[in-house]
T-cell receptor, first 109, second 114 residues
Framework: AQRVTQPEKLLSVFKGAPVELKCNYS??????LFWYVQYSRQRLQLLLR??SRESIKGFTADLNKGETSFHLKKPFAQEEDSAMYYC???????????FGEGTQLTVNP | DTGVSQDPRHKITKRGQNVTFRCDPI?????LYWYRQTLGQGPEFLTY????????KSRLLSDRFSAERPKGSFSTLEIQRTEQGDSAMYLC????????????FGEGSRLTVL
């Protein structure tokens, strides 16, 4: 079974502060991990995937297989980063994405 | 707008009625997914199609739920004999065969069962 846990439902930071959104997963094989984001009144969209090892909008995420984590980080949060963030896992054998419950990030001015 | 479109955007129905949602994926996308999302939860997988073949169904998809994708283009999700617990946002997403993990979502169809 595959499971994704996002321990924080709400996260609030001030503009310019570092931000880390936590994601832990449970999967017996080699997973692919993703972060999806939903801005206010917009549809859910891909932010980044671990295999790309890229920085998108200043966000990065490193897959830590030892800790089974895929935390999302940004050194200096911006107000436009305020959104709902979902961590998602895709197992090697299937096509489905399993999503976490999401973290609502609010960046205050 | 050439993204994934869903219809209707909102549906209010009485318990026991049947409802049908339609999803039009991005035209060159072979894979189509249905997810359900309730308040405070992440999207939960329901089913997916590759072309017209329904390849995987979640145990969440009870026998009151049926999905089709005739001719591998648009898809419909029907819920028969709706119950109040069916109230949720029903999300459709599509992707290309060779692109793993990037799902393109529609805006969703919100169902309220009274």
């Amino acid at each position: 079974a595959q499971r994704v846990t996002q321990p924080e439902k709400l996260l609030s930071v001030f503009k310019g502060a570092p931000v880390e959104l936590k994601c832990n997963y449970s999967y017996s094989g080699s997973p692919e991990l993703f972060w999806y984001v939903q801005y206010s009144r917009q549809r859910l969209q891909l932010l980044l995937r671990h295999i790309s090892r890229e920085s998108i909008k200043g966000f990065t995420a490193d897959l830590n297989k030892g800790e089974t984590s895929f935390h999302l980080k940004k050194p200096f949060a911006q107000e436009e980063d305020s959104a709902m963030y979902y961590c998602a896992l895709k197992g090697a054998s299937g096509s489905r994405l399993t999503f976490g419950e999401g973290t609502q990030l609010t960046v205050n001015p | 707008d050439t993204g994934v479109s869903q219809d209707p955007r909102h549906k209010i129905t009485k318990r026991g009625q049947n409802v049908t949602f339609r999803c039009d994926p991005i035209s060159e996308h072979n894979r189509l997914y249905w997810y359900r999302q309730t308040l405070g939860q992440g999207p939960e997988f329901l089913t997916y199609f590759q072309n017209e073949a329904q390849l995987e169904k979640s145990r969440l998809l009870s026998d009151r739920f049926s999905a089709e994708r005739p001719k591998g283009s648009f898809s419909t999700l029907e819920i028969q004999r709706t119950e109040q617990g069916d109230s949720a946002m029903y999300l459709c997403a599509s992707s290309r065969d060779l692109v793993t993990g990037e799902l393109f979502f529609g805006e969703g169809s919100r169902l309220t069962v009274l």
